[in-house]
């Protein structure tokens, strides 16, 4: 069975498929030319990531298609419910990159108090003339240590991002309609473990409640914080967005930003990505990453071990 790996796979996931007699492409193919390409090459499944979009179209044109797979947790770019319609199997990783995401929030959690995203663009350009007027600047940065997260969306990135934030002295706070209580373990180095039993706090309590917030749900028809949710917010408050572009309303996030309703943001993800705006590439107080959530080393191993043993299993 020969497999196309668009967007890439680790070389563990390509190993273990070969092993057990999958054949591997990794070409990339563009998106126009990508149905000739798996019917020319008798590919019978697709492997994905955020790049491709596998739509009804794509799907129609691929008659002899037997398996999409997306390497990740959000299905958005890939049209499920046809595919399913038409009997392709559809799989994902939905934990393997939960980490990975998590510490990227934390990244930018960190870099925004401490005003990183500002002093790594003006520290090569003026650090040799204005040294103390930087350090000025800089210098009265805050502490995550006591403060409160608020967590909107508490699957398992969410729950890993808690994790992360208990383990930093950090109040958790999360909102999330599926769910109404839910135990965190902790697991250190030597063994030892701690478990906190978490309560949902309602959506406006939080947004009221919390130092910073970080979103972590599905693609969305409507914003989860807009303007009225700005509002809502303490004056101060920091925002990342690491799940989805256009869970966030970016003019009104700008807005917040210019009048100091927000001190910072963290953006992974972007409303109009692949091209975000110039007002949010170029906004003093964002902290801006290329979506790159689960692009670690040790995430992309995961998804192809995870994505490979999925398809071993369902197809010998």
């Known amino acids: 069975m020969r497999i196309l790996a668009n967007d890439g796979i680790s070389d563990k ?37 955020s790049a491709t979009k596998v739509t009804k179209d794509l799907i129609d044109a691929c008659p002899e298609l037997k398996l999409i797979g997306r390497g990740g947790v959000g299905m958005d770019n890939i049209d499920v419910e046809y595919a399913q319609k038409k009997g392709i199997h559809v799989i994902n990783t939905p934990a393997a990159s939960s980490l990975s995401v998590a510490e990227l929030v934390f990244a930018h959690l960190y870099g925004g108090v401490r005003f990183l995203y500002d002093a790594n663009r ?24 006591g403060k409160t997260l608020g967590i909107i969306g508490f699957g398992r990135i969410g729950q890993a991002t808690a994790k992360l934030a208990l383990g930093a002295g950090m109040k958790v706070l999360f909102f999330d309609p599926l769910l109404e209580e839910v135990s965190l373990t902790l697991s250190f180095f030597d063994g030892q473990s701690v478990t906190f039993n978490l309560k949902k706090t ?3 309590e939080l947004l009221k409640a919390s130092d910073f917030i970080t979103v972590h749900v599905p693609a969305q028809k409507n914003y989860v914080l807009g303007r009225k949710e700005f509002e809502l917010m303490k004056d101060g408050v920091g925002i990342i967005n690491a799940a989805r572009g256009g869970v966030i ?11 100091d309703k927000v001190s910072f943001a963290g953006m992974d993800v972007y409303e109009s990505e692949p091209g975000p705006e110039i007002r949010i590439l170029m906004h003093p107080k964002i902290s801006l990453t290329p979506h790159i959530g689960g692009a670690t080393n040790e995430a992309q191993d995961r998804i192809g071990i995870e994505l490979a043993e999925q398809i071993i299993s369902r197809f010998k």
Request: glycine share 10%; aromatic share 6%.
């Open 122 to 145: 003006n520290m090569p350009l003026e650090g040799d003339s204005k040294f103390k007027q930087l350090k000025k600047s800089y210098g009265k940065g805050k502490e995550l240590a």
């Open 202 to 204: 309602e959506k406006e």
């Open 249 to 259: 309303d970016e003019v009104a996030l700008v807005d917040a930003l210019e009048s």
């Open 13 to 49: 996931g390509i190993s273990l498929l070969e092993k057990n007699g999958f054949q591997v492409l990794t070409t990339t193919v563009a998106q126009e030319q990508l149905g000739n390409f798996i019917n020319e090459n008798n590919v019978k499944g697709l492997l994905v990531r």
